[in-house]
T-cell receptor, first 114, second 112 residues
């Protein structure tokens, strides 16, 4: 049962344009969401997070949007740079329920073309 | 402040042998999580430990797998009698509190 879904396994974007990565979840108990970036042969690196009390969080070129009613979140990267090419994982947790483990999606491989 | 360290980075074991994976959390972090990533899949939670305690092991297979986080030393994920299906990347994460997990570089286990 995949509680966190990333339905696009890959995405190609031209340098300078916006990259939009999507994530859907099924468990309404999730109240904390994160995006991680992963390069080959390395561990995931934290990018940005959002609590369910917000609908938007911005950090530099990265913005995460949360639509609780649709159980959907998205990561916007603008402008996209070649160094952003990596696999992006969406993750969710339910800390207020006492569960601190992260549930990860299967990832979206982003390729930014120079 | 060094990041999360995992060793070995690569481990090859024959079927039936034991695998021991080590994780040293970041300084000051007392929460450790283990995740497994199979090829072309996301990371799957295995176990959450605090010093000397297993808090949540709901993602750990009931047989052959065990984890510990002793008072002194690294956290250890132990896999007994490995099978080919155990081949995966195993990631450890640590945190100073109950969120903000920082990941190590992973151990790639290959079972031949």
């Amino acid at each position: 049962d995949q509680q966190v879904k990333q339905n696009s396994p890959s995405l190609s974007v031209q340098e300078g344009r916006i990259s939009i990565l999507n994530c859907d979840y099924t468990n309404s108990m999730f109240d904390y969401f994160l995006w991680y970036k992963k390069y080959p042969a390395e561990g995931p690196t934290f990018l940005i997070s959002i609590s369910s009390i917000k609908d938007k969080n911005e950090d530099g070129r990265f913005t995460v949007f949360l639509n609780k009613s649709a159980k959907h979140l998205s990561l916007h990267i603008v402008p996209s740079q070649p160094g952003d090419s990596a696999v992006y994982f969406c993750a969710a947790s339910a800390p207020t329920s006492g569960t601190y483990k992260y549930i990860f999606g299967t990832g979206t491989r982003l390729k930014v073309l120079a | 402040n060094a990041g999360v360290m995992q060793n070995p980075r690569h481990l090859v074991r024959r079927r039936g042998q034991e695998a021991r994976l080590r994780c040293s959390p970041m300084k000051g972090h007392s929460h450790v999580y283990w995740y497994r990533q199979l090829p072309e899949e996301g990371l799957k939670f295995m176990v959450y430990l605090q010093k000397e305690n297993i808090i949540d092991e709901s993602g750990m297979p009931k047989e052959r797998f065990s984890a510990e986080f002793p008072k002194e030393g690294p956290s250890i994920l132990r896999i007994q009698q490995v099978v080919r299906g155990d081949s995966a990347a195993y990631f450890c994460a640590s945190s100073p509190n109950k969120d903000s997990q920082y990941f190590g570089p992973g151990t790639r286990l290959t079972v031949t």
